[in-house]
């Protein structure tokens, strides 16, 4: 039920990103010593982006927090790496990582004949800006770039707004919107389709030019359970647009909007 390829299980490592440096899973920056999370649990997300096709995967999460300052960390979840290395109340800046496989490994028949896409390391940074007000709710808004380092087959730059807001002292809540732009070779790796790929496959030719990828809206809540445990289920809808949207590995063997949904388990040392 778990076999599925990297694509998928990246996708359940994007829901429940945290919100800010206090991370969704309820884990808040202490004022001494390192501190770290683990968190396990399942996820149900499409085969790959602008599939119409969901699978369930497991999910599973690693942050250490309190680097050298109560807002720096780094966090792996899935096969995505996210952190802040500025150790300041408001300002955050620090590097970023996902993995992107092929897809050789999915089931509709059309889509895995393409030699398109390669497998990417899309790897680098991630500035932002937080504030937290009188009633403890957190504000962020950071924009995310990063080149795909093992084949150089684009960038991404991925603006993106957060909340998130204590409910009760137990319960928190989180939310994000964001949009991604993308360069022609990125659209044209992930999208594209060539002459020589349309005969393998059977779908039409298109070519890409640099654009918005897509759009997102992201949803979470997590209960802290203990001091030490906590529960956290996510959610989100991704809209895809522009090519991404119109190509035919999204608009005829796909679907234009996607959907994903994760729990997990979550433990606080």
């Known amino acids: 039920m778990f076999g ?5 299980i990246l996708s359940a490592a994007l829901l429940a990103a945290p919100a800010t440096a206090a991370s969704a899973d309820g884990a808040k920056p202490s004022s001494g ?7 396990a649990g399942a996820a149900f997300v ?5 599939s119409d096709e969901y699978h369930p995967v497991p999910a599973w999460n690693l942050r250490v927090g309190n680097l050298y300052g109560p807002n720096t960390y780094v966090s792996i979840r899935g096969l995505r790496l996210e952190s802040n290395l ?3 109340e408001n300002f955050r800046l620090g590097i970023t990582a996902h993995y992107q496989s092929d897809y050789d490994d999915v089931d509709d028949d059309a889509v895995s004949e393409l030699e398109r896409p390669s497998n990417a390391i899309q790897a680098g940074v991630v500035a932002g800006y937080e504030i937290t007000d009188d009633q403890h709710i957190q504000y962020g808004l950071e924009v995310e770039a990063t080149y795909d380092v093992l084949h150089g087959n684009g960038a991404l730059v991925t603006p993106r707004a957060r909340i998130r807001l204590p409910i009760t002292q137990e319960v928190l809540f989180n939310s994000s919107i964001a949009v991604s732009w993308a360069s022609s070779d990125y659209m044209s790796n992930r999208f594209g389709i060539s002459d020589a790929d ?6 039409r030719p298109f070519d890409t030019d640099a654009g918005f990828k897509d759009a997102e809206l992201g949803l979470g809540v997590t209960y802290l359970i203990t001091k030490n445990w906590s ?3 996510s959610g989100s809808y991704q809209r895809m647009l522009e090519d ?5 590995i999204v608009d005829n ?9 994760a729990a997990l388990v979550n433990y606080h040392f």
């Open 231 to 233: 529960f956290s289920m």
């Open 33 to 39: 010593g390192v501190d770290l999370t683990l968190g």
């Open 86 to 88: 500025l150790p300041s």
């Open 46 to 50: 499409p085969e790959y982006e602008g």
């Open 244 to 248: 991404a949207a119109d190509s035919p």
């Open 198 to 203: 349309a005969a393998r496959s059977g779908l």
């Open 253 to 261: 063997r796909g679907s234009r909007d996607n959907f994903r949904a």
């Open 4 to 8: 599925r390829g990297p694509i998928a």
